[in-house]
Each structure stands twice: as structure tokens, then as C-alpha cells.
Nanobody
Framework: QLVESGGGLVQAGGSLRLSCAASGRTFSNYAMGWFRQAPGKERAFVAAIKGINWSASDTNYADSAKGRFTISRDNAKNTVYLEMNSLKPEDTAAYYC?????????????????WGQGTQVTVSS
């Protein structure tokens, strides 16, 4: 089970930190990802962080997130975070946390088999 929190309304240029609390599996083994879905659009990859068994790159970011967003995890707390800075109106979306089947921090939506309910982020101009 994944439960997101931390969404809200923020002005352009502002920051938010999303959290996702996980339960039900050995958290550290699996890559975790954040996706977002704006009204009328498909769910899109934002960022992912590896599980402990993946020896290559630690994180993966969509181009839209690079330099502004940071994904991190605390395996002791079974929690993954998404720090979002310099927010833009186009970042407005429902943000979803997801757990992958393996350790690879992939951007492929089909690699994730557990999803949270989402948290809304609204950025005003």
C-alpha cells in the first residue's frame, strides 16, 4: 500500500515536498517512482530511485524535472520523497507514487505494479 501526502496549492516559483509512505513489501528492494497526470493527459513519468539491488544509476528523471525536482528515499521509514522547486503552472497535476517490480529505476509505467491514490499539486501563475 502506498499513501501520498504533501500536495497543495503553491505560487509559481515556489516549492513543495511530496511524501509516499509504503507498506506491505520489503521496501528497500524495489525501485520507487513518481508519476503525474494532468487533466486530459496520460500519466507521465517524473522521477524514480533505485532499489538496493540495482548497481547502476541511483536516480532517473524526466527532462521536465531535471534540475528542479529531487527524489530521495528513507528505507528505515519506508518512505520516498519528491522535493519540487521552482514550480511552474505546467507542473499542475495529480502526483502518484508507484512501486516497481524490481530494483531498476525505470521510467516505464508498466514496470510499476503498485500505485498510490495520488496527491494534487496546483501551481498558480
Amino acid at each position: 500500500q502506498l499513501v501520498e501526502s504533501g500536495g497543495g496549492l503553491v505560487q509559481a516559483g515556489g516549492s513543495l515536498r511530496l511524501s509516499c509512505a509504503a507498506s506491505g513489501r520489503t521496501f528497500s528492494n524495489y525501485a520507487m517512482g513518481w508519476f503525474r497526470q494532468a487533466p486530459g493527459k496520460e500519466r507521465a513519468f517524473v522521477a524514480a530511485i533505485k532499489g538496493i539491488n540495482w548497481s547502476a544509476s541511483d536516480t532517473n528523471y524526466a527532462d521536465s524535472a531535471k534540475g528542479r525536482f529531487t527524489i530521495s528515499r528513507d528505507n528505515a521509514k519506508n518512505t520516498v520523497y519528491l522535493e519540487m522547486n521552482s514550480l511552474k503552472p505546467e507542473d499542475t497535476a495529480a502526483y502518484y507514487c508507484a512501486a516497481a517490480r524490481g530494483s531498476w529505476p525505470t521510467s516505464l509505467r508498466t514496470a510499476y505494479d503498485s500505485w498510490g491514490q495520488g496527491t494534487q499539486v496546483t501551481v498558480s501563475s
